[in-house]
C-alpha cells in the first residue's frame, strides 16, 4: 500500500531521541552470519524494509532467523540454498553482499545484481575483481552473479576507488580464502570498521579496518557470536540536519560523536551550536544560517549520504553555497523536488550550486531514493504550510520509526495512505 507523508511546516523541534542501530552495518553483518557454523545474535538491528528483505532472503536459503525488539537470532545450520531469488534481491544495494558468503559456504553462488537507490550506474566491477582474485571463477550471465571456486586463496587486492560495497564483499571473501588478503584502498566507513569487528568476534583475524588497508588471515574456522550493530551515522547526522532546520534545541543519544565530525565542522561553518559529550549530540540554531561549500568524500570527509539533507538546510541559508558530489553520477534529482517549496538552485554536472531563500513553502513533492526522501522531509518541517511527500517506501527502507521520532521532537508528521485523510498510526494534529 503506497503511502505518503504529510508535514505542516513550522515546529521547533525540542526534546531527546536515540538513534537506531546503523542500516549499511546491519545489512552487511547479517549475511556475514551465515559463515559461522552456530547461532548468532545481533542487537540494535533497526527494524526497517531493508533488514526485512534480508530476514526473507535468509529463511529463503533456509536458515532460522528470529527479530524481535531489534535483536536478531539466525541459526546458519539449515541453510542449505546458495541461490536468493531476483524478486528480493533486486529490492535492495545489499543483498549481493550473500554472493562471497555463500561462495564460502558452499563454493558456489548464484546472486542476482542488486537493486538500491537510483543515484548512479552502480557499477560492481571491483567486487568481481577482488572475487577473482581470491580464486573464484565469476561472470554475470543474465545479471546473475554466478561464481564458483574449488578453493579460495588469498591474495592482494587493489580497489580503483573505496569503495563500501566492495570493500565488504571482499573482507566477505577473504575470510574463507586459505591465507593472507590485503585489501588495498579500502574503504574505511564506521561501517566498515563494524564488519571487522564483527569477523572477529567470529574467529576471523581482520587487521587495518578503518585504514587504506585491511589484513584478513582467512580460511579459519568461524563460529555464531553474540554483537552490536554499531549507531546509524547517517540517522545521526539526518536528526542533527533536523534539529538547525527548524531552529530546534535536540539531544540525540546513543551516537558516536567522532563518526559524525564532518557533518559537526559543516554545520558549526554555518553558525549551528553543535555540542557532544559521551554518547550523546546537541542540536541548537537560531534559523540563521551561513552559506557553505561541501564537497562529499569517502570516510572521513563529508559522507555523500548527507549530502542531500544538508543541501535542503542550504536552501535557506544567507547567500550561495556549492554542492560538489564527487561520489555519484546523479545524486541531485531531490533539488528539482525541492525547487517545486521554492528552493533556488542549478546544477552542472556533479556541482549544485544553491542560492539561499527567504522561506519554502509546502508544497505537493515526491521521494526519488532514501536520502532524497530525507531531505524532503527536513524542508517540509522548515516549510510554511503543508508538504505532501510520496515515495515513503523509500525513506522507510532506511529510517526507522522516522515519523515517530520527528514526532515525538514536535514535528507535526504523519504518514497517510495515498489517496486517504486518514493517517497510518500516527494522528491528525490539531493543525
Ligand atoms: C554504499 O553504497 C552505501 N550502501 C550507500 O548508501 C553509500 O552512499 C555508499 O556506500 C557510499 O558511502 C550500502 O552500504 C548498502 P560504493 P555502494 O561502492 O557500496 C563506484 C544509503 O543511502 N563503484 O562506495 O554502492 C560507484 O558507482 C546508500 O544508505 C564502481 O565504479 O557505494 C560509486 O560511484 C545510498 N565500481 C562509487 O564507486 C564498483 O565496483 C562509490 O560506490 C563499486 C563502486
Not at 504529510?6 to 536515540?18: F, N, S
Not at 579459519?220 to 550493530?229: A, D, E, F, Q, S
Not at 530525507?374 to 508538504?387: K, S
Request: charged residues 20%; contains cysteine; hydrophobic residues 40%.
Amino acid at each position: 500500500m503506497k503511502e505518503k507523508m504529510r508535514i505542516h511546516g513550522g515546529a521547533r523541534l525540542e526534546g531527546e531521541v536515540m538513534v537506531s542501530g546503523g542500516k549499511n552495518a546491519a545489512v552487511a553483518i547479517i549475511p556475514a552470519t551465515l559463515l559461522g557454523d552456530s547461532p548468532s545474535v545481533i542487537e540494535n538491528v533497526p527494524d526497517i524494509n531493508d533488514v526485512h528483505i534480508i530476514i526473507e532472503m535468509l529463511k529463503y536459503l533456509g536458515a532460522q532467523v528470529e527479530f524481535k525488539d531489534n535483536v536478531m537470532t539466525i541459526d546458519p545450520r539449515t541453510a542449505d540454498k546458495f541461490d536468493p531469488p531476483y524478486e528480493l534481491a533486486s529490492r535492495m544495494r545489499a543483498s549481493y553482499y550473500f554472493a562471497p558468503v555463500l561462495l564460502g559456504v558452499f563454493r558456489r553462488c548464484s546472486v542476482p545484481l542488486p537493486g538500491g537507490c537510483d543515484i548512479g550506474p552502480r557499477p560492481i566491477d571491483q567486487t568481481l575483481k577482488g572475487m577473482r582474485t581470491l580464486g573464484a571463477h565469476v561472470d554475470t550471465p543474465g545479471g546473475v552473479i554466478m561464481a564458483s571456486a574449488d578453493e579460495l586463496v588469498g591474495g592482494d587486492i587493489f580497489l580503483e576507488m573505496p569503495s563500501v560495497g566492495a570493500t565488504v564483499n571482499c573482507m566477505l571473501t577473504a575470510v574463507s580464502a586459505s591465507g593472507t588478503t590485503c585489501i588495498h584502498n579500502a574503504a574505511k566507513e564506521p561501517h566498515i570498521v563494524d564488519l571487522a569487528n564483527f569477523l572477529s568476534s567470529m574467529g576471523a583475524v581482520v587487521k587495518g579496518a578503518g585504514t587504506d588497508v585491511i589484513r584478513i588471515r582467512g580460511g579459519r574456522h568461524l563460529h555464531g557470536t553474540n554483537y552490536t550493530v554499531v549507531p546509524d551515522q547517517i540517522e545521526t547526522g539526518t536528526l542533527m540536519i533536523a534539529a538547525a532546520a527548524t531552529g530546534g534545541d535536540v539531544i540525540i543519544t546513543g551516537t558516536i560523536p567522532t563518526h559524525m565530525e564532518a557533518l559537526s565542522a559543516k554545520l558549526l561553518e554555518m553558525g549551528v551550536h553543535v555540542t557532544s559529550e559521551d554518547d550523546i549530540i546537541r542540536v541548537r540554531s537560531n534559523r540563521n544560517f551561513r552559506s557553505v561549500n561541501v564537497k562529499t568524500q569517502g570516510y572521513p570527509g563529508f559522507p555523500t549520504d548527507l549530502q542531500q539533507p544538508l543541501a535542503a538546510l542550504l536552501t535557506v541559508a544567507n547567500g550561495t553555497s556549492i554542492v560538489t558530489e564527487t561520489v555519484f553520477e546523479s545524486r541531485f534529482r531531490y533539488l528539482d523536488e525541492l525547487r517545486k517549496m521554492g528552493a533556488s538552485s542549478r546544477v552542472i554536472e556533479t556541482t549544485a550550486i544553491i542560492t539561499g531563500v527567504d522561506r519554502l513553502v509546502g508544497a505537493r513533492v515526491n521521494a526519488t531514493d532514501l536520502r532524497a526522501g530525507a531531505a524532503l522531509v527536513i524542508a517540509a518541517l522548515m516549510a510554511e504550510g503543508v508538504t505532501e511527500i510520496s515515495g515513503v517506501e523509500y525513506i522507510m527502507r532506511g529510517y526507522e520509526r522516522f515519523d515517530e521520532k520527528l514526532r515525538s521532537l514536535g514535528a507535526h508528521i504523519e504518514r497517510v495512505r495515498e489517496g486517504s485523510p486518514v493517517p497510518v498510526g500516527g494522528f491528525l494534529p490539531n493543525i
